[in-house]
């Protein structure tokens, strides 16, 4: 694992709410985040899909964590936009950010959210947004 990877790993697990829900760093590369949480009860709203607060948090740190790792170290999510594109059922919520546009201060992102349904990954959401190097 190289550093960066092993950096994103070490960020993720010292994340307390993440850890609280259930969330997994799955894969992470030099511009891209890949983050996944487990679909069980506590986590759905009451007609028995995924709460949207869930969702947003898998756009939200997915693209922190792709943008971070694109302008090489700590980020923060500096604004996102999502569109809700179909409930979230299944098993699994699969999250995929990318760093599109990097500069030296900035970087934007782009996610898309899967459920993954009986084996099929569902498109259920996508978000774009704009992660700013901490200071």
Request: net charge neutral; proline share 3%.
């Amino acid at each position: 694992m190289d550093k960066l990877q092993e950096f994103a790993r070490q960020v993720f697990e010292s994340q307390p709410f993440s850890r609280f829900i259930g969330a997994r760093l799955t894969n992470s590369g030099p511009q891209s985040a890949e983050l996944s949480i487990p679909i069980v009860d506590y986590l759905k709203q009451q007609h028995g899909f995924v709460h949207g607060g869930v969702i947003s948090y898998l756009a939200d740190n997915s693209i922190t964590f792709a943008g971070g790792l694109a302008l090489g170290g700590n980020a923060l999510t500096s604004e996102f936009k999502i569109n809700y594109l179909k409930p979230a059922v299944g098993s699994l919520l699969i999250a995929r950010a990318n760093a599109i546009s990097v500069g030296k201060r900035q970087a934007v992102c782009q996610c898309q959210i899967y459920a993954v349904d009986d084996g099929e990954e569902k498109l259920c959401a996508i978000a774009q947004g704009t992660v700013v190097a901490a200071q």
